[in-house]
């Protein structure tokens, strides 16, 4: 079964920390509502990520975005790496250049999640997680906006090494669109949302929308909307007390009934299945 992990509270929408392990056993498949790179510095891992196995070693990065599946087992130890999350949210309202949100956004099939990096480069972008540690360990005035600005350091580094992670393409039109409309599910997932008001709102074609949408997201407008739900209901189910009655109302189910065919069909399991089985586990 998939679980939702995070470490990440609503009052710290970045995080970064340096961590070596000379044993780990993992904790199985996962995701989390934050996007997540991790640059191994030592080691060998191996992450699989919706499926798909990424053998990463020492100098590699491992891009994770928000709501993958994925689970990490150590090959080679000691195993030394950087790891920086950031929430969608945060994502979405902070990185307003097209080409550097698609690292994030894109979750088609032909999405990178392994990158080799040159020695140099790594190490280069080593000191800037390094900066951004020190800010979120000392957090003096103004850190979270220095973080921002290291995030978008990272992120120009990364586009000027190697232009393809970033693949806006025949999309930076429409990206900008994609990302305010995943930005206004993220804040009225609970409402009644249709794909027809999306493109009203936002003055483009439904047709197109449509199309484009499910190209850069990988899900159809209407499915990417189910997900969401579904992902707020597990963590409803999995961190409060609240009935599946509340939970369906809180995440946009005004049936209950409806709500848990809908949580069956996407998951496998009921939503009381799916809380017994799926206590918090710390990452």
Same mark, same amino acid.
């Given at each position: 079964?998939?679980?939702?992990?995070?470490?990440?509270?609503?009052?710290?929408?970045?995080?970064?920390?340096?961590?070596?392990?000379?044993?780990?056993?993992?904790?199985?498949?996962?995701?989390?509502?934050?996007?997540?790179?991790?640059?191994?510095?030592?080691?060998?891992?191996?992450?699989?990520?919706?499926?798909?196995?990424?053998?990463?070693?020492?100098?590699?990065?491992?891009?994770?975005?928000?709501?993958?599946?994925?689970?990490?087992?150590?090959?080679?130890?000691?195993?030394?790496?950087?790891?920086?999350?950031?929430?969608?949210?945060?994502?979405?309202?902070?990185?307003?250049?097209?080409?550097?949100?698609?690292?994030?956004?894109?979750?088609?099939?032909?999405?990178?999640?392994?990158?080799?990096?040159?020695?140099?480069?790594?190490?280069?972008?080593?000191?800037?997680?390094?900066?951004?540690?020190?800010?979120?360990?000392?957090?003096?005035?103004?850190?979270?906006?220095?973080?921002?600005?290291?995030?978008?350091?990272?992120?120009?580094?990364?586009?000027?090494?190697?232009?393809?992670?970033?693949?806006?393409?025949?999309?930076?039109?429409?990206?900008?669109?994609?990302?305010?409309?995943?930005?206004?599910?993220?804040? /009225?997932?609970?409402? /009644?949302?249709?794909?027809?008001?999306?493109?009203?709102?936002?003055?483009?074609?439904?047709?197109?929308?449509?199309?484009?949408?499910?190209?850069?997201?990988?899900?159809?407008?209407?499915?990417?909307?189910?997900?969401?739900?579904?992902?707020?209901?597990?963590?409803?189910?999995?961190?409060?007390?609240?009935?599946?009655?509340?939970?369906?109302?809180?995440?946009?189910?005004?049936?209950?009934?409806?709500?848990?065919?809908?949580? /069956?069909?996407?998951?496998?399991?009921?939503?009381?299945?799916?809380?017994?089985?799926?206590?918090?586990?710390?990452?």
């Amino acid at each position: 079964m998939v679980r939702e992990i995070n470490n990440l509270s609503d009052m710290l929408p970045i995080l970064t920390y340096f961590q070596k392990n000379s044993d780990y056993n993992g904790i199985g498949v996962h995701f989390h509502r934050y996007h997540q790179l991790v640059l191994v510095r030592e080691g060998l891992a191996n992450f699989r990520i919706n499926g798909v196995d990424y053998p990463a070693g020492k100098d590699s990065l491992i891009i994770i975005r928000a709501f993958d599946t994925h689970n990490v087992s150590i090959r080679k130890y000691p195993y030394k790496r950087y790891v920086f999350t950031v929430t969608n949210q945060l994502a979405l309202t902070a990185l307003r250049e097209p080409k550097l949100l698609s690292l994030f956004l894109y979750h088609r099939a032909d999405a990178r999640n392994l990158v080799l990096l040159r020695e140099e480069f790594a190490r280069r972008l080593s000191a800037v997680f390094e900066e951004t540690i020190r800010e979120c360990e000392e957090k003096k005035p103004m850190w979270s906006s220095r973080v921002i600005m290291l995030i978008i350091q990272i992120l120009i580094e990364l586009y000027r090494e190697d232009p393809s992670l970033f693949s806006a393409g025949d999309y930076v039109n429409i990206i900008d669109t994609v990302s305010e409309i995943q930005n206004y599910v993220a804040q /009225h997932f609970r409402e /009644h949302i249709v794909l027809d008001d999306m493109a009203s709102k936002y003055f483009v074609s439904k047709y197109y929308l449509s199309r484009k949408f499910k190209e850069i997201t990988g899900f159809g407008f209407k499915n990417f909307l189910i997900r969401y739900r579904i992902n707020e209901a597990q963590h409803l189910l999995q961190y409060t007390n609240k009935s599946v009655a509340e939970i369906s109302s809180v995440v946009g189910y005004e049936n209950p009934e409806h709500f848990i065919r809908i949580f /069956h069909e996407t998951q496998g399991i009921s939503p009381l299945q799916y809380r017994k089985t799926a206590a918090p586990v710390p990452q």
